[in-house]
């Protein structure tokens, strides 16, 4: 069960959690903005969206020049400027549209690295074992992140929560080294429609698609799960235990498919994984009591992070030069702005049942995306 490429994917996996914290730490984020900024929750829901948009659309512009880019320094320069943005979005919190403009900025720079960090991994073999250990990862800091925001709100404020952010983007600047230097394709004009027609073949669009509605309801249910525990009276200190809980219980999620690698295929993990998501959804629901918060959540950080490196390694084998990986991940991240945007429609009044009601939704949509994708690619095959 030796992971290959250790160095590399262990680089690659930082470099990637980093540039995701404004998702991994999404609900305690909502909450500082609200609680510590005097951001309405719509307002606040809005700001986590204009930052995902920004992100999704460079990254899907770095997709389509992925084969001939130097990651290295594109991760570099753009890690440089987002260290700027995020200290500018703590300075600002609560001057709502200056601090839109930090947060697109910082969108745009921490996609671009995003993507960057994430296509790498398609280059190097084993990369499904590198996938599992990326959203790991995310998971143990998501966790970490979810249980020290909430409890210790109050002294961190949003200085110190974009502070720390800016903070970790240096961090990822010293691994960027480990990105690849060298153009996956260098052939010229020869090949320079090379990542748009692996991108327009049905089996990419699909599971493109699919990637971008799973994200769409996780971080639809997300922006406001710690929220809702404050709606149904649970205390601070329960709320980032539970969250803290359910990003762990994740771990042994993401880490089944460095066991197991691709034995059982894509489709059939991702249906029994999406499943259990709904089965959490359907509980939270009808939630009115604590048992009920911390079984959904659980069932959501499960189904989360062992979806997602079957998602990935199922992109990646549509091109090893990474260009399928590198724009789903960009339209992942768009989905990651839809969500929250249309979570922030529905939850008027307090109903957060029709949040988990619309992530639901999407998770039927996410099902029959990768349903097709998976059908179109044994044709091909």
């Not at 470099?15 to 609680?35: F, H, K, N, S, Y």
């Not at 069932?299 to 399928?324: E, H, V």
């Not at 998770?363 to 044709?379: E, N």
């Amino acid at each position: 069960m030796a992971i290959p490429h250790l160095k590399q994917f262990s680089a690659f996996s930082i470099i990637g959690t980093v540039t995701l914290m404004p998702l991994l730490v999404l609900p305690a984020m909502i909450g500082v903005l609200v609680d510590n900024a005097g951001m309405s929750e719509q307002w606040a829901g809005w700001s986590a969206s204009a930052n995902f948009l920004a992100s999704a659309i460079v990254g899907l512009l770095v997709a389509l020049r992925v084969h001939r880019l130097n990651l290295r320094q594109l991760s570099t320069w753009a890690l440089t400027f987002a260290i700027a943005a995020d200290l500018a979005s703590g300075f600002t919190a609560g001057s709502t549209m200056i601090f839109f403009a930090a947060r697109i900025v910082a969108g745009v720079m921490l996609g671009a690295t995003y993507v960057a960090a994430v296509s790498s991994f398609a280059r190097y073999d084993g990369f499904e074992r590198g996938f599992g250990l990326y959203v790991t990862l995310q998971f143990i800091v998501s966790g970490l992140g979810l249980y020290v925001v909430p409890v210790y709100a109050d002294q961190i404020g949003a200085m110190g929560l974009f502070g720390a952010f800016a903070v970790l983007d240096l961090l990822a600047l010293g691994f960027a080294r480990f990105l690849p230097s060298e153009k996956a394709d260098d052939s010229g004009d020869a090949e320079s429609r090379s990542e748009l027609k692996i991108l327009l073949g049905l089996t990419s669009i699909m599971a493109i698609l699919g990637f971008a509605a799973f994200e769409a309801a996780n971080n639809a249910q997300f922006t406001y799960i710690e929220r809702f525990g404050v709606f149904l009276g649970v205390s601070d200190q329960r709320i980032g235990s539970s969250l803290l809980i359910a990003s762990l219980v994740g771990i042994p999620g993401a880490f089944s498919i460095v066991v197991i690698g691709q034995r059982f295929g894509t489709l059939g993990p991702l249906v029994f994984g999406i499943t259990i998501a709904m089965a959490g959804l359907a509980t939270l629901v009808f939630a009115d009591s604590y048992a009920a918060y911390f079984f959904g959540s659980c069932c959501m950080g499960f189904s989360w992070a062992f979806c997602l490196p079957f998602i990935q390694s199922f992109l990646a084998t549509i091109d090893r030069k990474g260009s399928a990986i590198a724009a789903g991940t960009s339209l992942s991240t768009l989905g990651s702005a839809v969500g929250p945007g249309l979570a922030a429609v529905v939850v008027a009044d307090n109903a957060y049942g029709n949040v988990f009601m619309l992530s639901i939704g999407l998770f039927v949509v996410t099902m029959l995306f990768f349903i097709v994708a998976a059908k179109s690619k044994r044709k091909i095959v």
